[in-house]
């Protein structure tokens, strides 16, 4: 009986304990945290001494009584906005939009919402709306319209950047903010669209003229292939038409055609037959006369060209040997001439040696010899005025013997004078052989004895001055020439 009051005792005790700890655990959803208030805690991230608890994901234990336990939910809250503004250009507009906030879920926002908005969640959405709505009237009032429709995102990020702050100090994040329209009720907006309105309906327009043009062209282009195509049929038709009228004809014409066919063969088989006749008779005639002639005209002028190539040759060998004749008398006569000049400078050589020899010889006498020419030169005087006065009278009397035995005495050096026309020729060809020698020395010779004519002149004067000495006396004392002087003659020159 006993153990039975204890087991009973033991199992109520259990079950009192089981529902106590039922009573004081408390579990945070993920969607929530738990605040517990009513003793000092001091919470990671926290300051010291704040007076609550918070709780998220996972349980707790709370003593009634002592601590008081209330939940902050996390989900997200979402708030519309319907904000009057007025542009930079004071331009009036309405701006429709959503803002998606949460609690944050850090200890501080938690703190800063459970604050703030623990037994008021459900006035979060209105004051959020009031926050927005006061910056995003400000960010407005400083941009234009066309600013606001062509960068939604610029004025969606000014108004998230300045209500991150307030946002932060109520412990809310958000989430997403979204311009969803912006009206126009002046109609500015609507005015701006209409240039571009315009621009589109016009290309609009063109475009549609343009395919309408394209498809008129098509069809028209279809059509033309149409008519083609009956084109196309149509002489067809007409060219089998006419074979076939062009077949009937031909039959039609058979007949005919193979008699006239069979004699055109006759008229062509006898043209080939006189052909070859006329080509036989051809033939006969080259073989009989024309091939004949050809042989002798043939033999005539191969005869007549071997001829005139003797010739050619004959003469071509006569200039030849001339030609070598001429050479060998040239360089004869070019050895003759070196051999003079070498005879001639070893005699100057003599000459000039004996010269230094005799001189002393002639220095040693010059004194005996001067005295000896003194008197000499006394009678010398008296034999050449008796002399004088002789070949005078000589000439008088027979000038062409004078003349002749003068030429006779410097015909020698009167030679070599006209010899010396050839000294300086190194080659010399003689074209008429010895004829043309002799020519050729008859002529040097004339050419040297120039000297014949000035001496006949020379006498001439001499008459002239005889006659006048006649009649006066002066003629004989000083006006009869003396005789005519030996022109020395420079061997050397060869």
């Given at each position: 009986?006993?153990?039975?009051?204890?087991?009973?005792?033991?199992?109520?005790?259990?079950?009192?304990?089981?529902?106590?700890?039922?009573?004081?655990?408390?579990?945070?959803?993920?969607?929530?945290?738990?605040?517990?208030s009513g003793s000092k805690h001091r919470t990671e991230g926290l300051e010291e001494g704040m007076g609550?608890?918070?709780?998220?994901?996972?349980?707790?234990?709370?003593?009634?009584?002592?601590?008081?336990?209330?939940?902050?939910?996390?989900?997200?809250?979402?708030?519309?906005?319907?904000?009057?503004?007025?542009?930079?250009?004071?331009?009036?507009?309405?701006?429709?939009?959503?803002?998606?906030?949460?609690?944050?879920?850090?200890?501080?926002?938690?703190?800063?919402?459970?604050?703030?908005?623990?037994?008021?969640?459900?006035?979060?959405?209105?004051?959020?709306?009031?926050?927005?709505?006061?910056?995003?009237?400000?960010?407005?009032?400083?941009?234009?319209?066309?600013?606001?429709?062509?960068?939604?995102?610029?004025?969606?990020?000014?108004?998230?950047?300045?209500?991150?702050?307030?946002?932060?100090?109520?412990?809310?994040?958000?989430?997403?903010?979204?311009?969803?329209?912006?009206?126009?009720?002046?109609?500015?907006?609507?005015?701006?669209?209409?240039?571009?309105?315009?621009?589109?309906?016009?290309?609009?327009?063109?475009?549609?003229?343009?395919?309408?043009?394209?498809?008129?062209?098509?069809?028209?282009?279809?059509?033309?292939?149409?008519?083609?195509?009956?084109?196309?049929?149509?002489?067809?038709?007409?060219?089998?038409?006419?074979?076939?009228?062009?077949?009937?004809?031909?039959?039609?014409?058979?007949?005919?055609?193979?008699?006239?066919?069979?004699?055109?063969?006759?008229?062509?088989?006898?043209?080939?037959?006189?052909?070859?006749?006329?080509?036989?008779?051809?033939?006969?005639?080259?073989?009989?006369?024309?091939?004949?002639?050809?042989?002798?005209?043939?033999?005539?002028?191969?005869?007549?060209?071997?001829?005139?190539?003797?010739?050619?040759?004959?003469?071509?060998?006569?200039?030849?040997?001339?030609?070598?004749?001429?050479?060998?008398?040239?360089?004869?006569?070019?050895?003759?001439?070196?051999?003079?000049?070498?005879?001639?400078?070893?005699?100057?050589?003599?000459?000039?040696?004996?010269?230094?020899?005799?001189?002393?010889?002639?220095?040693?006498?010059?004194?005996?010899?001067?005295?000896?020419?003194?008197?000499?030169?006394?009678?010398?005087?008296?034999?050449?005025?008796?002399?004088?006065?002789?070949?005078?009278?000589?000439?008088?009397?027979?000038?062409?013997?004078?003349?002749?035995?003068?030429?006779?005495?410097?015909?020698?050096?009167?030679?070599?004078?006209?010899?010396?026309?050839?000294?300086?020729?190194?080659?010399?060809?003689?074209?008429?052989?010895?004829?043309?020698?002799?020519?050729?020395?008859?002529?040097?010779?004339?050419?040297?004895?120039?000297?014949?004519?000035?001496?006949?002149?020379?006498?001439?004067?001499?008459?002239?001055?005889?006659?006048?000495?006649?009649?006066?006396?002066?003629?004989?004392?000083?006006?009869?020439?003396?005789?005519?002087?030996?022109?020395?003659?420079?061997?050397?020159?060869?």
């Amino acid at each position: 009986m006993i153990v039975g009051v204890v087991a009973g005792a033991a199992v109520v005790a259990v079950l009192v304990v089981i529902g106590l700890f039922k009573m004081m655990w408390r579990v945070a959803e993920p969607n929530e945290a738990l605040v517990i208030s009513g003793s000092k805690h001091r919470t990671e991230g926290l300051e010291e001494g704040m007076g609550f608890r918070i709780v998220t994901g996972r349980g707790t234990l709370v003593l009634p009584g002592v601590q008081a336990v209330r939940k902050m939910s996390l989900d997200l809250n979402e708030t519309e906005l319907h904000v009057d503004c007025v542009t930079h250009q004071g331009i009036p507009l309405k701006v429709r939009g959503v803002v998606i906030f949460k609690v944050g879920d850090d200890f501080v926002s938690i703190a800063n919402a459970a604050r703030r908005f623990l037994d008021q969640q459900k006035l979060m959405s209105e004051r959020v709306h009031n926050v927005f709505a006061g910056h995003l009237r400000s960010i407005v009032g400083g941009l234009t319209v066309e600013d606001m429709i062509r960068d939604r995102e610029k004025l969606t990020g000014q108004t998230r950047a300045a209500c991150g702050t307030e946002m932060e100090k109520l412990g809310l994040i958000v989430d997403s903010l979204q311009i969803h329209e912006i009206e126009d009720p002046t109609g500015y907006i609507q005015n701006l669209a209409m240039p571009h309105a315009a621009a589109v309906q016009r290309d609009a327009r063109i475009a549609q003229a343009e395919a309408n043009r394209l498809a008129t062209e098509a069809e028209q282009q279809s059509y033309a292939r149409m008519a083609e195509a009956t084109r196309d049929s149509e002489i067809l038709q007409a060219g089998y038409q006419a074979e076939r009228d062009k077949a009937g004809a031909k039959s039609r014409q058979a007949g005919p055609l193979a008699d006239a066919a069979a004699r055109q063969e006759v008229v062509v088989q006898e043209t080939r037959v006189a052909e070859l006749e006329a080509h036989r008779r051809e033939q006969q005639l080259q073989a009989d006369v024309r091939k004949p002639a050809d042989a002798k005209a043939y033999e005539k002028r191969t005869l007549a060209e071997g001829e005139r190539d003797a010739r050619i040759s004959a003469a071509q060998a006569k200039a030849k040997e001339t030609e070598l004749a001429s050479a060998a008398e040239a360089t004869r006569v070019k050895a003759a001439a070196g051999a003079e000049a070498e005879a001639t400078k070893a005699r100057g050589a003599a000459a000039a040696t004996a010269t230094r020899a005799t001189g002393e010889a002639e220095a040693a006498a010059a004194q005996a010899r001067g005295l000896a020419e003194a008197e000499a030169t006394k009678a010398q005087g008296l034999a050449e005025a008796e002399a004088i006065k002789a070949r005078a009278a000589a000439l008088a009397e027979n000038q062409e013997a004078v003349v002749a035995q003068q030429l006779a005495e410097n015909w020698p050096e009167i030679v070599k004078a006209g010899a010396s026309a050839f000294g300086s020729v190194d080659n010399m060809v003689v074209l008429n052989g010895a004829d043309g020698m002799a020519d050729m020395l008859a002529k040097a010779l004339t050419m040297g004895g120039t000297g014949l004519g000035l001496a006949r002149q020379l006498l001439s004067s001499m008459n002239q001055n005889g006659q006048n000495a006649n009649g006066t006396s002066s003629s004989l004392n000083g006006s009869v020439p003396p005789p005519p002087q030996r022109v020395p003659v420079d061997t050397d020159k060869g």
